[in-house]
């Protein structure tokens, strides 16, 4: 969403802001890398790693007219898929051949902090030219993605604006599931930009927005007038790398069912997808079985959230599997569909307008356990307050990066509810690190069983969920746009 494809000038932010993101953003990684660097001879004597990531510059193809240099793994766009087995340990070295400290997070991993590759949370930084050998025991099973998790701040090719991003499947110890294939998706924009703001989509989540946060918002709106704060738009859309029409179709056959598992690896977009003439079975969100199975005609997934569908391919043709976005996927946001023996150009057809409700997934009838204790949090946005940024708070204070002092307490053993009241029109993908959580309340509705890591908050709605703090160390809890959690909206939990 927030399609304003206009290249527009610069911004002409001030030197020393820029020079703060960076200055700040570098000294961060030199402090902490040094503690975490092991000389790599003494690393890789023994043991062989499972798998060896390199950080560095390549181009990535994404169709003959547009090719473009971003950072990658292993120099490809998607990074490699990485496969683990849940519970059995997995060594894996990572080269740094960039000029800048880098951090790779296993997202959706319930590991320690020091390798969850949040330096926030501890986790040292794979310093320039250098490598750090990480091990880890991965779970839970299911699709997980791994990406850098560096500050990018008004650099845009920092961060999750590049192509740094690969997605992990952790092999349960029995495989459920009644489907012929696994297909991975990768969505992905590139040539990212600055803009002045278009509007987030409303009509994407189930739920009403609520007028006593409209209020909230209003009266911050009044206190910080000016220009609407930078968003950042794109001139380029994948699926797994390659624009529409122009990677290798996916050849199905009548009857096949096809499970597909989806990530938006997007640095701060909404994605949409959709088949025409077929529906999704989703089976799990974010790599965790639902409770409920159910179809649905078009998906909808927040930066970072994952869909694992299984489609069953009973409408012969030649399709597009697009994102409802004319503008996007015009652009290249999305893939062919070709039946054995169907010929023709791919057709395309919009679905009837769907809203997004993860209610449909939970336990019927069930009501989730009682927390013991619940915290809120109001998140209100300062309009450009940040040299032409939106600065984000929560409860008043947006994260500081420099000191990085954890706001939140948890006790072993305890069960959390987190209530989020989003005094925004932005849809936030709210994402906790090292946990998973369970939906309690969305869109006004009480749920209950749907375990995810991330989850987007709708404009002016609440948003409810619970977790076990049953792994010790700091916990890094924020937005997944990238652009709101450089500029404040994040949090930091810590084991008392
Ligand atoms: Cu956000």
Known sequence: MKQTKSKRPFPCFTDTSRREFLVGAGAAGLALGIDGLIPARAQTDQVKPDYTLRIGTSLVELSPEHIVSTTTYNGQFPGPLLRFKEGQRAVVDVYNDTDTPELVHWHGQIIPSDVDGAAEEGSPYIPAHGMRRIAFVPRPAGFRFYHTHVVAGADLNRGTYTGQVGPVYIEPKNEPGNFDREVFLVLKEFEPSF?????????????????????????????????????????????????????????????????????????????????????????????????????????????????????????????????????????????????ANAKGKPQWSKPKPFKWDYAIFGKNGATPAQPDETMEFTIVKHNGALAGFNEWTLNGEAFSMDAMKPMYTVHEGRRYRLKFRNASDDIHPLHLHRHSFELTRVGGKATAGVMKDVVMLGGFQELEFDFVADNPGPTLFHCHQQLHMDFGFMALFNYA
């Not at 278009?198 to 009266?219: R, S, T």
């Not at 199975?293 to 012969?316: C, F, K, Q, Y």
Request: no cysteine; hydrophobic share 40%.
């Open 195 to 339: 803009s002045r703001g278009g509007d987030m989509a409303m009509e994407v989540l189930a739920g009403a927005p609520i007028k006593e946060l409209q209020d909230i918002a209003e009266k911050a709106d009044e206190q910080f007038k000016g220009p609407k704060g930078y968003e950042v738009s794109y001139d380029l859309f994948s699926v797994n790398g390659k624009m529409l029409g122009h990677g290798e179709p996916i050849r199905v056959k009548p009857g096949e069912r096809v499970l597909f598992h989806i990530l938006n690896a997007s640095a701060g977009e909404i994605r949409s997808l959709a088949l025409p003439g077929h529906v999704f079975k989703i089976v799990a969100l974010d790599g965790n079985p639902v409770p409920t199975p159910a179809d649905v005609p078009v998906l909808w997934l927040g930066t970072a959230e994952r869909v694992s569908a299984i489609v069953e391919m009973n409408h012969p043709g030649v399709w597009v599997m697009g994102d409802l976005s004319d503008d996007d996927r015009g652009h290249g946001m999305g893939i062919v569909i070709e039946y």
